[in-house]
């Protein structure tokens, strides 16, 4: 099993930056996919959720109307795609793939950095 995120990096405030996340060796379109983040000295937090047929999604407060979250079950792929960003947005990246009774997967993390 595999999370991969790409996709992370610096960025002034207010630009953009689209995360992806690439999964193998699990039925992706079975599993729930999320992305959370987490900041130096913070607890990792949810930011968005997709359901397993992409049918419904969520936000957290942070996150909502600037940041959404879609997949690509043909292609193995969930996405984060985050506008105007804040130096507030500064953390750590995480996708995680769950599906209860069955499976729980994490990827390794990308760095988002929001800085002048």
């Known amino acids: 099993v595999q999370l991969v995120e790409s996709g992370g990096g610096l960025v002034q405030p207010g630009g953009s930056l689209r995360l992806s996340c690439a999964a193998s060796g699990f039925t992706f379109s079975s599993y729930a996919m999320y992305w959370y983040r987490q900041a130096p000295g913070k607890e990792r937090e949810l930011v968005a959720h997709?359901?397993?047929?992409?049918?419904?999604?969520y936000a957290a407060d942070s996150a909502k109307g600037r940041f959404t979250i879609s997949r690509d079950n043909a292609k193995r792929t969930v996405s984060l795609q985050m506008n105007s960003l804040k130096p507030e947005d500064t953390a750590v990246y995480y996708c995680?793939?769950?599906?209860w009774g069955r499976g729980d997967y994490w990827g390794q993390g990308t760095q988002v950095t929001v800085s002048s």
């Open positions: 995680r793939a769950r599906q």
């Open positions: 997709i359901t397993s047929a992409g049918d419904s999604t």
